[in-house]
C-alpha cells in the first residue's frame, strides 16, 4: 500500500510506475499541492494520512497493516504517530516514483533512492504542468487588457482593441514563456538564489528584448515601460512556483522569498497597468 499526494504529476508518476503491480495507492487530499510542501505546510500529515486511511476502510481492503509513504513527506509525517492514530505501521520509500519497482523488489531504501536531483529534464518535466495550470488566469487577463484597450482614444474603436490587446497578450505570452520555460531550464546559470529574483533578472533581459525587436514604434516610452514591468512581473512571479519543486530553499526560505517578491511584484504590476492606462494619452 504506497501512499501519494494529489498533485497531479506525482499522482501520474506513481500510477505510471504500477502498472502491473499488485499495489494499492492512497491519495491525501494535499489541496492539489506537491508531497514536499504538503508535508512542509501540515497538509501532508500523520493527521492527514490517518484521516484517509479511515476514509478509504483500508483495514477492510486489505490484510496487511503497513503503508509505505514518500520520503519527501518525512518533514511533516511522524511515521509513529500514524501507527498511534490508525494502527498502520508506516515506512519511507524512495524520493522518485521511478525507482518505486526496484524499491518493491528490494523491500529496502539505497542511498541512491534517497538522493535529490534537480536535473535540466527533470526541470522541463515540470513545465508542461506549470503552463496548463494557467489557462484560468490568462482568461482573466485576456479580459482586463481588452478592457484598458477599449479606454485607450479613439474610445472603443475596433481597430486600437484590437491593436493594443493584440501587443499587450503578446507580451504577457512571453512573460509566460520566460517564467514557466526558460528559468527552469536556464536555473544554475542564472545568479542569486532566491526564484523571484531569478525570475526578475531574466525576465528584464527578456522585456528589454521582446521591446527591441518585436514592438512597434507606435508605441511610446510609457506605454513601453508598461510592457517591461508587466513581463518582470509575470515572469518573477511565475518563477517563484518552482521553489516547491526544487531541492534548494526551505519553509522559511520559501515565506521569505514570497514577502519580498510579491511586494515587487504587484509593485511592478500596478505600475505598469497604470502606465499602459495614461501612456496613451500622451
Known sequence: MLVTANYKLSFDSVRQELRGQN???????????????A?????????EVAYQVDQANLADVVIHRKIVLPQLSANGVNARAVKKKCGFSARFGP???????KFLTKQDVSEEMRSVTFTMRERAVLIP????MLWKQLLIALGVIVVLSSLSPPFFSLETIFHRSFWLLGVTLWAIFVGTTAVPLLLPWI???QFWLKGLLLGSLGAFLFMGTLVPETFNLLEKGAMVLWTI??????SMNFTGSTPY???????????????VQIG????????????VFI
Open 23 to 37: 499495489i494499492w495507492l492512497l491519495v491525501v487530499d494535499t489541496r492539489g499541492i506537491n508531497v514536499w510542501c
Open 129 to 132: 504542468v506549470e503552463i496548463c
Open 268 to 279: 511592478a504590476a500596478i505600475l505598469a497597468f497604470v502606465l499602459w492606462f495614461i501612456g
Open 233 to 238: 512581473s509575470v515572469s518573477s512571479f511565475l
Open 95 to 101: 524520493i522518485r516514483s521511478t525507482d518505486i519497482p
Open 249 to 263: 530553499t526551505s519553509l522559511s526560505g520559501v515565506a521569505k522569498e514570497m514577502r519580498a517578491g510579491l511586494a
Open 191 to 193: 545568479p542569486t538564489r
Open 39 to 47: 508535508a512542509g505546510k501540515g497538509t501532508f500529515s500523520a493527521e
